[in-house]
């Protein structure tokens, strides 16, 4: 059974705290970056330019005019990498806040009926199998010592 989930912000504060994470440091690593590209690109010409004397208003005009473009391209890029970060944090974070959530809701239900013939089914590419199994295993193993101490005291 193929078990889909429309809202992709089921835990939001633990998937909030993660994108801020991933999305800061895909911000700063991309401003670390772009500012030593920066830096570098504006230090080699101003190096061949001083090579070869070439510093007529004109020319320092062209090469800060490049240079504005160039800052601009990379401010660009910094926004779009850690926008793209952004929605592979919720996304990832999805995959893991899902099952929780299913967990969650599945105790819940426990807790108001009181019966334990409930089981937990994770989406097929969802993360923590190995808890969904268990869990369904321990509601299992409940649910038979349940039944087993119910017929006895209805003996």
């Not at 809202?7 to 939001?12: A, D, S, Y």
């Not at 504006?42 to 160039?70: G, K």
């Amino acid at each position: 059974m193929k078990n889909n989930r429309s809202q992709i912000l089921v835990n939001p504060k633990f998937q909030y705290k993660y994108v801020v994470m991933t999305a800061g440091f895909a911000f700063f690593t991309s401003l670390a970056i772009g500012a030593l590209s920066y830096f570098v690109f504006r230090d080699v010409m101003v190096t061949f330019l001083n090579q070869y004397h070439q510093h007529t208003p004109e020319l320092i005009s062209n090469l800060n005019a490049t240079l504005q473009s160039a800052g601009i391209k990379l401010g660009l890029a910094l926004v779009s990498f850690v926008a793209v970060m952004g929605y592979i944090a919720v996304r990832v974070t999805h995959k893991a806040s899902g099952p929780i959530y299913k967990l969650i809701n599945v105790i819940d239900e426990i807790k108001e009926t009181g019966e334990f013939d409930r089981t937990v089914n994770f989406r097929e590419y969802d993360d923590f199998k190995e808890l969904e199994v268990s869990f369904n295993e321990l509601l299992k193993s409940i649910h038979e010592k349940d039944n087993l101490r119910n017929s006895k005291n209805a003996s």
